[in-house]
Structures are given as structure tokens and as C-alpha cells.
């Protein structure tokens, strides 16, 4: 699913017009990314927690060549799924074994 297909989505399961749906989904993006940035955390309740991880520095090697080279400090998005979403995607219904 790509972002098109949310926005259709979003636009079948309300009465929102397309421009409306593009808008709310832009809008919820936003949002996560403006809260990540400040360092913040975005929790929802049954989906997953958005946050931010730092990473520290560290030294790797070039696959080629096999030198050390210096890998610096960075701050990534990451993302946690929640008990709900665990849960909806194991039961798939795709005929996988379900783990408990």
C-alpha cells in the first residue's frame, strides 16, 4: 500500500471527499514527523509508538577495501508495534501457524 491507496482508502471507509482524505493523511504525517523531530514520542493505543532512537558513534569497516572508517552519531525514527497490531497481523488468515 503506497499513499494513494491510503487516501483511497481513507475516502471509502468515510464521506470524505479525495482532497479532504489527502488533506487528513497529510496532516496525521505532519504531525508524527513534527513530534519525531523534536525528539518527542507518538503513541497509539493499539497500533504502535513512534519515537527516536540516537545511535552513537562507531567504527566500521569498508567492504571492499576492509579499512576502518568512522560512522558518526545519528538520530533515526523507529517504531514499535502495539499489542493490537501484533495480534490483528497474526491472525492472518493466510493459513500461517499462530504462536502463542
Known amino acids: 500500500m503506497n499513499k494513494n491507496d491510503l487516501v ?14 489527502a488533506a487528513v493523511v497529510d496532516a496525521i504525517i505532519d504531525s508524527i514527523v ?3 523531530r523534536k525528539g518527542g514520542e507518538v503513541r497509539l493505543v493499539g ?3 513512534f519515537s527516536v532512537a540516537k545511535r552513537k558513534p562507531s567504527i ?3 567492504p571492499r577495501t576492509g579499512a576502518p572508517i568512522s560512522i558518526g552519531a545519528s538520530i533515526r525514527p523507529k517504531f514499535k508495534a502495539g499489542k493490537g497490531l501484533k495480534e490483528a ?4 488468515g493466510w493459513g ?4 502463542r
Open 60 to 62: 566500521g569497516r569498508n
Open 34 to 36: 513534527g513530534t519525531l
Open 89 to 92: 497481523v497474526e491472525d492472518d
Open 96 to 99: 500461517g501457524t499462530r504462536r
Open 47 to 49: 497500533f504502535g509508538t
Open 8 to 21: 483511497q482508502a481513507v475516502v471509502e471507509s468515510t464521506d470524505l471527499s479525495k482532497a479532504d482524505a
